[in-house]
């Protein structure tokens, strides 16, 4: 698209407007875009334009392809070196111009440098030096450069000479370092913030406004590099920019070599750009701004009133500029605006040079402004590499939803940039209790997103989508024999069956490093708790020990034990404490102990029986060994010391799990049956036991078992059930049991223990409940298949999951766990009840229930629960009392408060419920039985109404009950339940819709077949005034409402014409919409539709 739009502007080139470009250096192209393949460059050039390109004939291939591009050896002019005496006769020429010449014992110097540089950078450099010599000058070999880059130094020291060495460092480090150069005002404004600019102006100079840098100045600076100091035009502003490479590279070797000054100079124009010292604020002149905010944030410390005196002396306003994102003309008018482009292209440069995280998330990433000023511009894909780039140096997550949010919204704000701030708020408000820093963007959206957009959602119960990282590891999991996660979210280690080992970036999908262990299966691997030492078990009854920061291995070990019969054997396991490593084979007593520093085995442990797990004591002191039998030794890791044996009470089976509760100072033991005894360990060498559990009438298998992090609770994961244990009372507190022909097949605790995750077998999804009520929060279908491993973050609230597919994925539980922490019904709510005044709602979903929901917190704080499906549901003025009736023809009256069922009244089913204005009375209407007027108090009846009422509603008088038959508007009495007044149509004509003048409630306006809008007068029974509509205009009615006064009615048809009737002169306006309208409500006033 780019290379047709540049032909098209070549070819409205013309004999009168012919067109000249010229491409110099094009090896200074950059990588981006494959802009030195020369894709770009037309083959054939319109008849009026002409294209000269310079550049050199070694660099990049870019030579090469221009001739493969164009054959003709007639358009290639090689430039060579000029000789010392063109360069002395251009030298003379430029001097003759300035009415200057050189003496002859000048000219000797002169000669003897051109003799080294005929570059004409160079003889221009040397012509400004030369200019400025007087003939009696005494010159010698050191009076010239001769190199590039030695003279452009000379001409930067001459310029400090001029206007002060921090002035010029400074201002052509600001220049070198802006990301595409600097105006003049900015400039100027910049170094009104650079204290030690101001500092050398003051202490040189008196200058008028002690606060900016004289324009004098400026206007030197340029004057002295002109030629060499440019301006460029982008997009509308003037910048200055250097002319030269070697220009910018000098600038960056003299004055941007300190980190100290590079990262002061970014963090200043970062300000600038903020906007930081704009509208008045006083930036301190005497101190520095990291000591002034040291002073002033911290606690419990007060200021001398001398020091305060002193600080507010020496802050000062710089008059620096406003910096929004956008410029607008009119506030009424949002979208009418223009991109500050100059905050756009360099702020978010600087933020990331000088480390200000804070302001580079708020500032930019988490602002409304920023995000939907370029979306609007049709920057979306610039702002996701935006994030991405923020993601880099903060590492917040928050950054990392906010992108997914962004691409799976991305469609509609392209379309529509006004429902930015809504989509996000939609999306975003579910997950900010876990990612706290989107609070801010959604205040932002609260804040500017009602400029675009007319909703704003207080709450959301969108289901919100979130996609795990996914890692492809291998064609399928039985070649993945291990995962671990690292201290590092987003590394993790894999081993697979072929005997590599790989670190991943897994936000990347970059592979990090790779082991390869000879060839040899792995077993297992496990990391130290430091991650110093990973430890690998491989088929040949060995462990190998790696440093894990250098990929390298430290040692090998050879594993020995007692084995019975003459079949080979596998290392069974092996566990790691502090400072050791303990592994055993299978069918062995014997566990040997190795020294990870030195990486030799220490000694073996005998035990009694054949030992089946292995587990240490946090500390590293002693290790724990459960055998066969039910067994457990243990044995002092230092010494090796064997220091008792205890046996369960359940010795059918083998000890399949050992816990090691380290605060309370005991011992569980799980066997291979879920059985479980529980042993107090403050005696070491005497445990005595305290609790046992005898589990074998349950013939599920235990699957896993976990401690939870502060040890308050064991989870026991079993085929068909998961329990939770309370260690303090030694409980089971909560029990889950799997689904008719399911089985559980891994379950784990979330790091704070509030949500269990469990995976089903032949199930591709990772399912969560909460562990206080039980509730299942979320199902999270796994797209790569059916889930056969879970590994949990011992770090992080991560959690990884192996498919069949061989993918890994990455989990975030606070994220799944506030986006399933919305309170839902379980079905779609049909209709909701809204009390005159406080903050709650109560919904109806066809159900037997109702739920009454807080408008504030957004959670469900009551369920009301019926026999049948609730249908219709009424509210007192006041809310404190709600009328209910289901299909089981039951009635019932609640207390909102304590949700309280006062009565029950059973009968008729309910066509329609209403309360009178006075919440006195209660009329049910029935469609095949009397309908009936209770008291509300008591539920005594009043009286019947015998007629059929349909769409009725009751007078503010509270004394009829106003309802339409086929033909007929009724007035049925409260008191007596007879017709009082009605109004009966012409044969064949019957009533399509009626309304209630809200200012008028003697007044009701109805609509018939006739196609007639009526207004009736309730008391005197007389048609006011009738308005015919036009034929046909009944047929697609939908919606129909009358305004307060009753001037004027509304009509839709479901298409894109808003009907406005005036019901005095029974005129028809016909409004065209921008779509087709949908629903439409008059605002109670009634002047807004």
Not at 231 to 239: I, M
Request: aromatic share 8%; charged share 20%.
């Amino acid at each position: 698209d780019l290379r047709d739009l540049f032909i098209n502007l070549l070819n409205e080139s013309s004999l009168q407007r012919p067109l000249v470009i010229i491409f110099d250096a094009l090896e200074q192209l950059s990588e981006n875009d494959d802009a030195r393949k020369l894709w770009w460059l037309p083959a054939h050039l319109p008849r009026f334009v002409r294209i000269v390109l310079s550049t050199l004939p070694n660099k990049h291939g870019i030579l090469q392809k221009l001739r493969c591009l164009i054959h003709e050896e007639d358009n290639y002019i090689e430039l060579i070196p000029r000789d010392r005496k063109m360069c002395s006769q251009v030298l003379k020429h430029q001097l003759l111009r300035v009415k200057r010449k050189v003496t002859s014992g000048q000219q000797i110097y002169v000669n003897n440098a051109f003799s080294k540089c005929t570059l004409p950078m160079f003889v221009n450099l040397t012509f400004r030096e030369v200019r400025h010599w007087r003939s009696h000058k005494d010159v010698d070999e050191s009076s010239l450069c001769v190199t590039v880059h030695e003279s452009i130094e000379q001409l930067f020291w001459s310029l400090e000479k001029k206007c002060g060495q921090k002035l010029v460092s400074r201002a052509l480090g600001y220049i070198t370092m802006a990301k595409m150069g600097l105006s003049e005002m900015e400039l100027e404004d910049v170094l009104a913030l650079d204290n030690s600019v101001m500092n050398e102006l003051n202490e040189n100079t008196r200058p008028s406004n002690p606060l900016r840098v004289p324009y004098l100045y400026i206007a030197r600076l340029k004057e002295g590099l002109n030629g060499y100091l440019i301006e460029r035009h982008v997009k509308n502003v003037t910048l200055l920019v250097w002319a030269n490479r070697h220009l910018q590279l000098i600038a960056q070797k003299l004055y941007l070599q300190e980190d100290r000054n590079l990262r002061e100079m970014h963090t200043i124009l970062a300000d600038y750009f903020l906007g930081v010292w704009s509208g008045g604020r006083r930036k301190a002149f005497c101190l520095e701004d990291p000591y002034l905010n040291g002073c002033l944030d911290l606690e419990n410390r007060s200021l001398l009133e001398e020091e305060k005196h002193f600080m507010e002396q020496a802050s000062f306003d710089r008059q620096a500029p406003d910096q929004p994102w956008v410029f607008q003309c009119n506030p009424l008018e949002p979208d009418i605006f223009f991109v500050n482009h100059r905050k756009m292209s360099e702020l978010l440069y600087h933020l990331t040079r000088c480390g200000k995280t804070d302001d580079l998330l708020y500032g930019i990433i988490m602002n409304f402004s920023w995000l939907y000023t370029m979306i609007k511009i049709g920057q979306f894909d610039k702002v996701l590499a935006d994030i991405e780039l923020a993601y880099n140096y903060s590492q917040e997550k928050e950054l990392k939803f906010l992108a997914s949010t962004l691409r799976g919204i991305r469609n509609k704000v392209i379309t529509f940039p006004g429902s930015l701030s809504a989509e996000l708020q939609q999306r975003l408000l579910p997950v900010v209790s876990s990612l706290p820093k989107l609070r801010h963007l959604l205040l932002e959206c609260d804040k500017d997103g009602p400029k675009y957009c007319s909703i704003v959602p207080l709450h959301s119960s969108m289901d919100v989508t979130y996609s795990p990282e996914r890692l492809p590891l291998a064609a399928s999991h039985l070649h993945v024999t291990e995962i671990l996660p690292t201290s590092n979210p987003s590394t993790v280690l894999t081993a697979l069956e072929n005997g590599s080992i790989s670190t991943w970036d897994v936000e990347t999908r970059q592979l990090l490093r790779q082991i390869t262990t000879a060839q040899s299966v792995i077993l297992g691997m496990k990391l130290t708790s430091d991650e110093k030492y990973l430890v690998v078990a491989t088929t040949n009854n060995t462990l190998l020990i790696y440093d894990n920061v250098n990929s390298c291995l430290l040692s090998e070990v050879e594993i020995k034990g007692t084995k019975h019969g003459s079949g080979s054997t596998y290392i069974n396991g092996f566990t790691l404490s502090v400072n050791h490593a303990l592994a055993w084979l299978e069918a062995s007593k014997d566990v040997t102990v190795i020294d990870l520093l030195y990486g030799w085995p220490l000694y073996q442990f005998h035990c009694w029986y054949e030992v089946t797990c292995v587990q240490c004591s946090l500390d590293g002191v002693y290790a724990f060994c459960g055998q066969y039998l039910n067994n457990t030794t243990i044995f002092h890791l230092g010494s090796g010391e064997k220091l008792c044996t205890v046996t369960s009470e359940f010795s059918g089976g083998f000890v399949k799990f050992l816990l090691i509760l380290d605060t309370a100072q005991e011992m569980v033991m799980v066997d291979s049956e879920g059985s479980l005894s529980v042993w107090n360990t403050e005696d070491i060498s005497n445990p005595q036991l305290t609790e046992d559990f005898d589990c074998r009438k349950d013939d599920s298998e235990v699957v896993s078992i976990e401690l939870s992090e502060d040890q308050s609770a064991i989870l026991i994961c079993k085929a068909l059930s998961i329990e939770l244990l309370d260690t303090g009372m030694w409980k089971v507190a909560e029990k889950f049991r799997a689904r008719h022909n399911e089985r559980f097949i891994s379950a784990v605790l979330s790091k704070n223990g509030d949500c269990i995750i469990a995976t089903m077998e032949n199930t591709p999804a990772v399912f969560f409940w909460r562990r206080d009520t039980g509730q299942c929060m979320a199902s999270l279908q796994e797209i790569s298949g059916t889930i056969v491993k879970l590994v949990k973050s011992s770090h992080h609230n991560m959690l990884l999951s192996l498919s069949t597919s061989g993918v890994l994925s990455i989990w975030d539980i606070d994220i799944i766990t506030a986006m399933s922490n919305i309170d839902k019904t379980g079905k779609p709510i049909q209709s909701l009840v809204l009390p005159a005044r406080g903050e709650i709602i109560y919904s109806l979903d066809g159900s037997d229930c109702v739920h009454k929901w807080n408008f504030s917190s957004g959670f469900i704080e009551a369920v009301f629960k019926h026999e049948g499906i609730v249908e219709h549901c009424v509210l007192t003025s006041a809310g404190d009392l709600m009328v209910t009736s289901d299909d089981k023809s039951s009635q019932y009256v609640w207390h909102t408060s304590s949700g309280e069922n006062l009565f029950r009244i059973n009968g008729q089913r309910i066509s329609q419920l209403l309360i009178t204005h006075n919440d006195q009375f209660v009329v049910s209407l029935c469609e095949e039985n009397a309908s009936r007027v209770w008291r509300l108090a008591t539920g005594h009846r009043v009286c019947n109404i015998l007629t059929t009422l349909q769409n009725a509603f009751i007078t503010s008088a509270n004394t009829f009950v106003v309802g339409m038959t086929k033909s007929k508007v009724l007035a049925v009495s409260l008191w007596t339940g007879s017709i009082t007044k009605k109004f009966c149509c012409e044969d064949g004509i019957t009533i399509v819709n009626f309304k209630l003048i809200p200012d008028c409630p003697d007044i009701i306006v109805f609509i018939t077949s006739a196609e007639t809008v009526n207004i009736w007068s309730l008391t005197d029974e007389v048609i006011c005034r009738r308005v015919q509509l036009p034929s046909n205009f009944l047929k697609n009615l939908e919606d129909f409402e009358i305004s307060p006064n009753g001037k004027l009615g509304i009509l839709s048809r479901g298409d894109e014409n808003i009907n406005v009737l005036d019901l005095h002169s029974g005129k028809l306006r016909v409004v065209h919409a921008s779509g087709v309208i949908w629903r439409q409500r008059l605002s109670r006033d009634g002047r807004y539709l």
